[in-house]
């Protein structure tokens, strides 16, 4: 089955550390995404990537860092600088433009929570 | 840049009545719209989307959107709502040129009740 999976589903942060968000995609898309959900809020970006190593930050990008070594992987970085981390985090996945880029595909999400 | 005005934060709604989900956005180009549902805890899932073509689009669950384009609006309907249907709906746009950044609105949570 094709699709987006998140990891881990729940994943609890200390004062002062740092977490890695998982996000694999086996949909052969060129494009991925991620966007923090806070309740009553929508949907912000944080940062996206059209191809491999190279990334763009979105609205809300301080204290997140990401990488993209590989076509299949986006993992999201919440740094000790992010006050206040507690969030849905999505990702999301799409195909180059010109081939249905328009269209983004989300996975089930990962809740970080603050200890 | 865009935004996507959502008019109502909850639709509190009867088993099988009908229901209509208002958005409306603003963009200086043209756009793609978007209507996504998300059940609690879960990502979102795509009901419709409007490309091209024809204004009035049907979605999965039953669901259909107009585009209209004058009023720059993009409202879901559906005509008889289940319980299986509560859920948050989210109305998003992307611009045609440039890279596909969606643009979301905050979101409305349908509620439907026996």
């Known amino acids: 089955d094709g699709g987006i999976t998140q990891s881990p589903k729940y994943l609890f942060r200390k004062e002062g550390q740092n977490v890695t968000l998982s996000c694999e995609q086996n949909?052969?898309?060129?494009?991925m995404y991620w966007y923090r959900q806070d309740p009553g809020q929508g949907l912000r970006l944080i940062y996206y990537?059209?191809?491999?190593?190279?990334?763009q930050k979105g609205d809300i990008a301080e204290g997140y860092s990401v990488s993209r070594e590989k076509k299949e992987s986006f993992p999201l970085t919440v740094t000790s600088a992010q006050k206040n981390p507690t969030a849905f985090y999505l990702c999301?996945?799409?195909?180059?433009?010109?081939?249905?880029?328009?269209?983004?595909?989300f996975g089930p999400g990962t809740r970080l929570l603050v200890l | 840049a865009q935004s996507v005005t959502q008019l109502d934060s909850q639709v509190p709604v009867f088993e099988e009545a009908p229901v209509e989900l208002r958005c409306n956005y603003s963009?200086?180009?043209?756009?793609?719209l978007f209507w996504y549902v998300q059940y609690p805890n879960q990502g979102l899932q795509l009901l419709l989307k409007?490309?091209?073509?024809?204004?009035l689009v049907k979605g999965i669950n039953g669901f259909e959107a107009e585009f209209n384009k004058s009023q720059t609006s993009f409202h879901l309907r559906k005509p008889s709502v289940h319980i299986s249907d509560t859920a948050e709906y989210f109305c998003?746009?992307?611009?045609?040129?440039?890279?596909?950044?969606?643009?979301f609105g905050k979101g409305t949570m349908l509620l439907v009740s026996p």
């Open positions: 963009s200086s180009v043209s756009v793609y």
């Open positions: 998003a746009v992307t611009p045609l040129g440039g890279y596909s950044t969606l643009t």
């Open positions: 409007y490309l091209s073509g024809s204004t």
């Open positions: 990537s059209q191809i491999v190593n190279d990334f």
């Open positions: 949909l052969n898309h060129d494009a």
């Open positions: 999301a996945s799409s195909m180059r433009r010109g081939q249905g880029q328009e269209t983004q595909y």
